[in-house]
């Protein structure tokens, strides 16, 4: 329940409102007076099929956004409200529906469609009185009760600092896969962080660091710039008062001084669009608190163009670059200053042109570029887009009793519109794959304090966004999930590069993959990580095998002679039993033992593919009554079977040594050749042969055929030559079918 919320009337710091002078020159949203709103909630008619006099504010925004909406739901929903909440106060006083009523004009003026503001009436009933979800869904369908029980598993949840990282899962999993209900929850916050006033400042300042740390950033994650930042400014006032005050001191000085350099590059701009014959909007956009505080940290003394920006609105995408055209061409351009976010849109589905141009007198101002739906999403984020279920020609439910998520709507909680944010359901697969509520919570606090954003390219042309500071770590898993594992190295900008190199805005990155399946991701690899996607993922491998993350195999392939993690041998055990107590050289090990449905029949391991227990395996008889065992999936068998070998069934007998062919690829260094024989002998393997090829393109292959003296040391043996420096891949022996 919210009723602690109080009028902004009473003590305490007050809503952030800019001076008069400033105010004046951009289009105010006027306050509410919750006294004279309390009253009519209370007096007004609500007779069967009129329309409350209580809620007017929202028809009349709702109605600037959606005029042909139905607003008979608002109506019910309303009264639904008012008779539940009856007799229930806010601490400031006035009547509780006051609470609902404000969240919901909030949304409205967002352009939220008739359904997200039909269950923001409703959300805090079921809550809060005897009204139950079954009531909820017989009066107003199932897609609001839905709504509505998402908004009140969300009032359930303790922000204390103890209880984040689990309580913030479970707020996660409370909002399902429908953004409407967290932006319910962002819209309930600003009310509160609105009318914060009478409460003890400690409590105010509890509220506002859990808005900072959670809620501003997801607001920022969804879009929802007008929340955003008024939500900052409400958040500055209370943690940082001197700094608050000092800047609407700033802001006062200039909206007092003479002369107006934004006003008078804004003139300039309108006479060249109007000569051009662009039809253009050209508006003055003041920045917020929080931005000119930042400006004046960075700047320093701040002159007139830093107190806000040119927002120039038009009716198609082709018209903003002409409009950029037109204004690069009459006015001196800021060329370094220039982004273009409409080619490559950001992650929470902004898109304009940045610019800025040059005044004689030195000053630069700063211009943004967008048609009018593009400012709609730029500040509405994902309100704006509606029902995230609904077919893209139905995006404005005005039912008010629109059934639950279609059943063909993709399962992993996309959106069906690709342009639409898919930000919260990677939220909710991270949290689902995140091994402990920590490890999701310590990923996700480092995810939403990233502000900036890169895109590198690969090469067929496909982007990635990552967060600034990314690596190829990152790249990898943002590009193949979990098969990102198999990762061995990249190429940046066409140069081979290392796993930990810091990406940059506009690269080309190509991955190289490895072939071996039971590839394991380096727990080193954690430090260069920077995403939620690529650090959980590492660490629920790490997770699942527990000493395991040392660049090398990890034991559980059955095709590598593993028994699984648990069983496989450690380096140092699987070296000392290669050597007897007293130091001697071991002996040579017994050759593994395969017994076939041909008696008598002499047979003979084939040194194509090398098969070692426990592989699945098949033979063939050839001349001289030989059968030659091969592994199953090796090219050979098909090749053989074509030319109608017969196939003999073989499997293995009481098995100790064996012999394998492995491959194993690095980049090229001195030494390398030494390091990895070393390795080999401290595994207490034999080598039987080996040939090194020639570099090419700084890599180095190596193919090795070894003894072994108990096949179920060969995971270890894998991993001993993989954590040989430079050393990025280990594997089993392919041999290639001849031609037919």
């Known amino acids: 329940m919210s009723a602690e919320a109080t009028n902004p009337a009473t003590p305490g710091p007050a809503a952030p409102a800019a001076p008069t002078a400033t105010a004046g020159r951009r289009k105010s949203r006027p306050r509410i007076d919750l006294r004279r709103l309390g009253r009519a909630a209370l007096l007004g008619p609500t007779a069967r099929g009129r329309l409350p006099d209580a809620i007017g504010h929202v028809v009349e925004a709702h109605r600037a956004h959606h005029p042909d909406a139905d607003l008979d739901p608002l109506r019910r929903a309303y009264v639904l409200a008012e008779s539940s909440h009856r007799g229930q106060m806010r601490k400031s006083g006035e009547p509780y529906i006051t609470h609902p009523l404000a969240v919901t004009l909030i949304l409205a003026e967002l352009g939220a469609e008739t359904t997200t503001l039909t269950a923001s009436l409703l959300h805090d009933t079921v809550e809060d009185t005897e009204v139950t979800l079954e009531q909820v869904r017989e009066q107003f369908g199932e897609e609001v009760r839905y709504l509505v029980d998402g908004v009140t598993k969300l009032e359930k949840v303790d922000y204390g600092a103890a209880a984040e990282p689990e309580t913030f899962r479970k707020m996660l999993v409370a909002t399902g896969n429908d953004v409407r209900v967290m932006s319910i929850k962002l819209a309930d916050r600003l009310h509160n962080m609105r009318t914060l006033g009478v409460m003890r400042p400690e409590k105010q300042a509890r509220i506002a660091k859990v808005t900072r740390d959670v809620l501003i950033p997801l607001a920022e994650r969804l879009g929802v710039q007008a929340l955003k930042t008024e939500l900052e400014d409400l958040v500055f006032a209370i943690l940082r008062p001197e700094e608050y005050a000092r800047t609407r001191e700033l802001i006062a000085e200039n909206a007092a001084r003479p002369g107006d350099p934004l006003a008078e590059v804004a003139d300039e701009a309108r ?9 253009a909007e050209v508006l003055i956009r003041p920045r917020h608190f929080v931005s000119v505080h930042r400006v004046a940290r960075k700047r320093g003394r701040l002159r007139g163009s830093d107190f806000g920006r040119l927002l120039v ?13 037109e204004l690069h061409t009459c006015m001196t351009p800021v060329v370094s200053e220039f982004k273009d976010f409409i080619a490559v849109p950001k992650f929470n589905l902004y898109q304009s042109l940045h610019t800025a141009v040059a005044r004689p007198d030195g000053q630069v101002v700063e211009v943004l570029i967008r048609t009018h739906q593009m400012h709609k999403v730029a500040e509405a984020g994902v309100v704006a887009l509606g029902n995230p279920y609904a077919p893209a020609a139905d995006t404005s439910d005005t039912s008010g009793t629109a059934a639950t998520p279609p059943a063909d709507a993709p399962v992993d909680g996309e959106r069906a519109d690709p342009t639409r944010p898919g930000w919260l359901s990677r939220l909710l697969d991270w949290q689902r794959a995140a091994p402990d509520p920590d490890t999701f919570w310590s990923t996700l606090r480092e995810d939403l304090a990233q502000d900036r954003e890169i895109t590198v390219f690969r090469p067929d042309g496909g982007a990635l966004g990552l967060p600034e500071g990314a690596t190829c770590v990152d790249a990898a898993y943002a590009q193949y999930g979990e098969d990102a594992h198999a990762c061995i190295g990249a190429r940046v900008n066409g140069r081979l590069a290392t796993l930990s190199t810091v990406l940059g805005d506009g690269d080309t990155v190509q991955l190289l993959m490895g072939q071996d399946p039971a590839s394991e991701p380096s727990r080193e690899w954690l430090e260069h990580a920077h995403t939620p996607a690529a650090r959980i993922a590492i660490q629920r491998w790490l997770a699942a095998h527990p000493g395991g993350g040392d660049g090398g195999d990890s034991g559980g392939d059955p095709r590598d002679g593993g028994a699984g993690p648990a069983e496989g041998a450690g380096r140092a055990g699987a070296a000392d039993a290669a050597r007897p107590a007293d130091g001697a050289p071991a002996a040579r090990p017994r050759r ?27 033979g063939f008889a050839v001349r001289g009554g030989v059968v030659t065992v091969h592994r199953a999936e090796c090219a050979a068998v098909a090749h053989m079977k074509n030319r109608g070998r017969a196939e003999v069934v073989v499997r293995w007998g009481d098995t100790t040594g064996c012999r394998v062919t492995l491959v194993a690829e690095s980049f090229g260094r001195p030494h390398l050749l030494a ?14 042969s080996a040939t090194v090829e020639p570099p090419s393109q700084q890599r180095v292959r190596h193919t090795y055929t070894l003894e072994l003296p108990d096949a179920a040391r060969l995971p270890s043996l894998m991993r ?14 392919r041999h290639q079918a001849p031609a037919p």
């Open 313 to 325: 609105l038009v009716n198609e995408d082709a018209d903003c670059y002409a409009v950029l055209g």
């Open 675 to 688: 390091d990895l024989t070393e390795a080999i002998a401290l595994e207490g393997a034999e080598i039987v």
């Open 592 to 618: 593994a033992d395969v017994l076939a449905d041909r008696p008598g029949a002499a047979v003979r391991l084939a040194g194509c593919c090398t098969p070692v227990p426990p592989d699945g395996i098949t």
């Open 720 to 733: 001993a030559m993989r954590d040989v420096p430079g050393v990025y891949d280990v594997s089993r022996a």
């Open 271 to 279: 006479a060249v669009l109007r000569e051009a014959g662009i039809p």
